[in-house]
């Protein structure tokens, strides 16, 4: 087993002296993977934060008692998934932490502050429109019908990861845009007495138009998650149809699958 190795060892300090990395070096597993998979678990637990210096690769070699190779592959490794970033005469910076979000009904609001990605949102649209067809039928109202469409940008460390365009119908409830600035949707619903159920979600795949790109701060064709939801109420009742776009680069949706008996 090898860890961190010794700390007096000379060497700029970084964002790693205060953790312990176990390589088994008798396991088949490679070694370069299991410096990732540890280091990434760090990122994703907060351990290590958005700008934390990990130093350079001859320093994390020495620290961590392994070949030069061996940590670059791990690091490039992390630098693929944009987790990690090389900066010229600084070494490796921690960027951000994927999302990795469950699969069950909750808000991302909610889901991001339980695991401690300090959420935060700008209200880009908050009005009354006559609802499109496939909204109005989500909804089961009448086409051209009004609803209140709701569309956010959502952030983590000050990062855009999500835009949301929400519809509701107009007699359920009327978020207030500093409120929706502040706090998740879902929150709002629960506080006005709305009692969320169940929902029917389809999650797809597409590249980022230039509108898209710019928002959420990728380049135009990049590759973006897609989720469409229509939610209910105890009552059976259609209360949110929701169309998101999240940046792949920052966000997964993780779940368990069972067989069957």
Known sequence: MATTGDRSRAGTASALDSLDFSLDRSSPVPLYY???????????????????????????SVRLGLSRPTVRQAIQSLVD?????????VGTQVVHSKVRRPLELSSLYDDLETAGQIPTTRVL???????????????????????????RLRFTHGQPVAFMCNYLP???????????????????????GITLHSARQTIGARAADAEEAALLDEKEGAALLTMQRTTY????????YAQHVYRA????????????P
Request: no cysteine.
């Open 34 to 60: 299991q410096f990732a998979q540890q280091l990434e678990a760090a990122i994703e637990r907060g351990a290590l934060a958005p700008g934390d210096l990990l130093g350079n690769e001859i320093d994390l």
């Open 81 to 89: 998934k944009g987790l990690l970033v090389r900066r010229r005469g």
């Open 170 to 192: 107009v007699t359920l409830l009327q978020p207030d845009t500093a409120r929706l600035e502040s706090t998740g949707l879902y929150r709002l619903m629960r506080s006005a």
């Open 249 to 260: 680069s920052r966000y997964a949706f993780d779940f368990q699958l069972l067989v069957r």
């Open 233 to 240: 109420d105890d009552t059976g009742r259609a209360v949110e």
């Open 125 to 151: 649209r908050n009005e009354r429109v006559p609802a499109p067809a496939d909204v109005a039928s989500a909804l089961g109202l009448a086409e051209g019908g009004e609803v209140t469409v709701l569309e």
